[in-house]
């Protein structure tokens, strides 16, 4: 049985966050306001697993409440409808909280709740029946909750990764998990109540959730949301003097870089945080985003499975550029014949189904298929990976997942998945097909069943 304070969004809305405009409170009341005037949904959600497709949004906090404690798996909102059909049938998922730009892309027959009004109001759908739930109730509510909880050890989310083997597997994360790693990102970030954190990335994706929406809310600040990224804007934001954090991925950064660059100034006055991961990072980006800036760009690690930082320079010690930093706070790392090996309160509680076609968890350490080295001033460097994944854009892509895909297409024979250097020294992804078909006819195939960003940028077709 759950204890009240051990739940995650209930430690959220202890602190006085917010969320754009709106009180973390306040989101996790509408949430819970949710559930006490919808009968429907909290018999649909019964015994089973919620599901949240929304962008970086207020609207997100307020789904993760009315998930009801239990285990909510997070969609990236770039998922293909056959991705999503998928996961939310693996997981077990009784009910998805959306918005109507989205919905069309969960199964027909699958109850959602659409969140385009929240935290006033929801449209709840079960069953062909439609009703609108005014959560105005939740004005005035005080939630109580305890920032310093340790967590339980129940489900709060699960993340669809590591389809080392083709098929994505289903990482549970519990409220320890993910308030431990909240809580060694807001050590580690010198996170306080005056930060306001521009969150630039999918809140789906644990690094956004965690490091610019959990970890702030935790320490009583604000986050800003851009539910779609855009530089120009995003430039114009971090040069207003309103926002002292920014996080994203290598990608991210050379598009702020070029966006500030043309503008008068690339100076960000405060701005004192500027974190990075997802993604390997070329010191060349660092050493230029410091040179235009004035702030130093700091690396981290992470995985999934490990909720998901692990490695982070740490914003009370010098930025050692070229490095992942040292482990985080409540995380042990050691490096197992050059492999990445980590344990702590982050470590996930393993997969939904399929298991052992994951990554593995011995004696307590997670080994994540990674490759580092340790330097003399006690920062770790990356050297590489060893399971068969490269990363695009900050996201996971995995060869045998889109070469499976595409072995169902009528007409393939064969079909084999490459990485491929761009200009800007990120990896595209190379597709080569032995069969009778097109390459227009591969590229539809690969857009009706895969997310946006594993679409093949070259493809040969033999």
């Given at each position: 049985?759950l204890?009240?304070?051990?739940?995650?969004p209930?430690?959220?809305?202890a602190?006085g966050?917010?969320v754009?405009?709106?009180?973390?409170?306040q989101?996790?009341?509408?949430g819970?306001?949710?559930l006490?005037r919808?009968?429907?949904?909290?018999?649909t959600?019964?015994?089973k697993?919620?599901?949240?497709?929304?962008p970086t949004s207020?609207?997100f906090?307020?789904?993760?409440?009315?998930?009801?404690?239990?285990?909510?798996?997070?969609?990236?909102p770039l998922?293909?409808p056959?991705e999503?059909?998928?996961?939310?049938?693996?997981?077990?998922?009784?009910?998805?909280?959306?918005n109507s730009?989205?919905a069309?892309?969960?199964?027909?027959n699958?109850?959602?709740?659409?969140?385009?009004?929240?935290?006033?109001?929801?449209?709840v759908?079960v069953?062909?029946?439609v009703?609108?739930?005014?959560?105005?109730?939740?004005?005035g509510l005080?939630?109580e909750?305890?920032?310093?909880a340790?967590?339980?050890?129940e489900?709060?989310?699960?993340?669809?990764?590591?389809?080392?083997?083709?098929i994505?597997l289903?990482?549970?994360?519990s409220?320890?998990?993910l308030?431990?790693?909240?809580r060694?990102?807001?050590q580690a970030a010198e996170n306080?109540?005056g930060d306001t954190v521009l969150?630039?990335?999918?809140?789906?994706?644990?690094?956004?959730?965690t490091?610019?929406?959990?970890a702030?809310?935790?320490?009583?600040a604000?986050?800003?949301?851009?539910?779609?990224?855009n530089p120009a804007?995003?430039?114009?934001?971090?040069?207003?003097?309103?926002?002292?954090?920014?996080?994203?991925?290598?990608?991210?950064?050379?598009a702020?870089l070029?966006?500030?660059e043309r503008?008068?100034?690339?100076?960000?006055?405060?701005?004192?945080?500027?974190i990075?991961?997802?993604?390997?990072?070329?010191?060349?980006?660092?050493?230029?985003?410091?040179?235009?800036?004035?702030?130093e760009?700091?690396?981290?690690?992470?995985l999934?499975?490990?909720?998901?930082?692990?490695?982070?320079?740490?914003a009370?010690?010098?930025?050692?550029r070229?490095?992942?930093?040292?482990?985080?706070p409540?995380v042990?790392?050691?490096?197992?014949?050059?492999?990445?090996?980590?344990?702590g309160?982050?470590?996930?509680?393993?997969y939904?189904?399929?298991?052992?076609?994951?990554?593995q968890?011995?004696?307590?350490?997670?080994?994540?298929?990674?490759a580092?080295?340790l330097?003399e001033d006690?920062?770790v460097?990356?050297?590489?990976?060893q399971?068969?994944?490269?990363?695009?854009?900050?996201?996971n892509?995995?060869?045998?997942?889109?070469?499976?895909?595409l072995?169902?297409?009528p007409?393939?024979?064969?079909?084999?998945v490459?990485?491929?250097?761009?200009?800007?020294?990120?990896?595209?992804?190379?597709?080569?097909v032995r069969?009778?078909?097109?390459?227009?006819?591969?590229?539809a195939w690969?857009?009706?069943?895969?997310?946006g960003?594993?679409?093949p940028a070259?493809?040969?077709?033999l």
């Open positions: 049985m204890e009240p304070f051990s739940l995650l209930l430690a959220l809305a602190t966050g917010h754009d405009d709106y009180e973390a409170q989101l996790i009341a509408a819970l306001t949710l006490q919808s009968a429907p949904l909290v018999r959600l019964a015994g697993r919620a599901a949240i497709l929304l207020p609207a906090y307020t789904a993760l409440a009315a998930s009801e404690g239990r285990g909510a798996v997070l969609i990236n998922a293909a056959l999503i059909a998928y996961q939310l049938a693996d997981a077990g998922v009784g009910a998805v909280f959306t730009s989205l069309s892309a969960v199964p027909p699958v109850p959602r709740v659409l969140l385009d009004d929240a935290p006033r109001s929801a449209r759908v069953g062909g029946a009703r609108d739930v005014d959560l105005g109730s939740h004005v005080t939630i909750g305890d920032s310093s340790t967590g339980s050890d489900e709060a989310a699960v993340v669809y990764t590591s389809a080392m083997q083709g994505p289903g990482a549970i994360l409220h320890r998990n308030l431990a790693n909240a060694a990102t807001v306080t109540p969150a630039l990335l999918p809140f789906a994706h644990l690094f956004g959730f490091v610019t929406g959990n702030p809310l935790l320490a009583g604000r986050v800003r949301t851009m539910p779609r990224f804007r995003a430039a114009e934001l971090l040069a207003s003097g309103e926002i002292t954090q920014v996080v994203g991925v290598p990608t991210v950064y050379r702020l070029a966006a500030l503008r008068d100034s690339a100076r960000l006055d405060g701005v004192r945080l500027c990075c991961g997802g993604s390997p990072l070329e010191m060349a980006l660092q050493d230029r985003w410091f040179d235009r800036t004035g702030v760009l700091r690396q981290g690690y992470g999934t499975e490990a909720g998901p930082v692990c490695l982070f320079n740490r009370d010690w010098p930025n050692a070229g490095t992942l930093g040292v482990p985080f409540g042990d790392v050691s490096l197992v014949a050059g492999e990445i090996c980590v344990r309160d982050n470590v996930f509680h393993g939904v189904s399929g298991g052992d076609r994951g990554l968890v011995v004696d307590g350490w997670l080994h994540t298929g990674d580092a080295r330097n006690g920062t460097a990356f050297a590489g990976v399971k068969p994944m490269f990363t695009r854009n900050g996201f892509i995995y060869p045998r997942e889109i070469e499976l895909a072995s169902e297409m007409g393939v024979a064969d079909a084999r490459t990485p491929q250097r761009t200009d800007d020294g990120e990896l595209s992804i190379a597709v080569e069969g009778a078909v097109t390459e227009e006819a591969v590229r690969c857009a009706r069943r895969l997310s960003y594993k679409q070259v493809i040969s077709v």
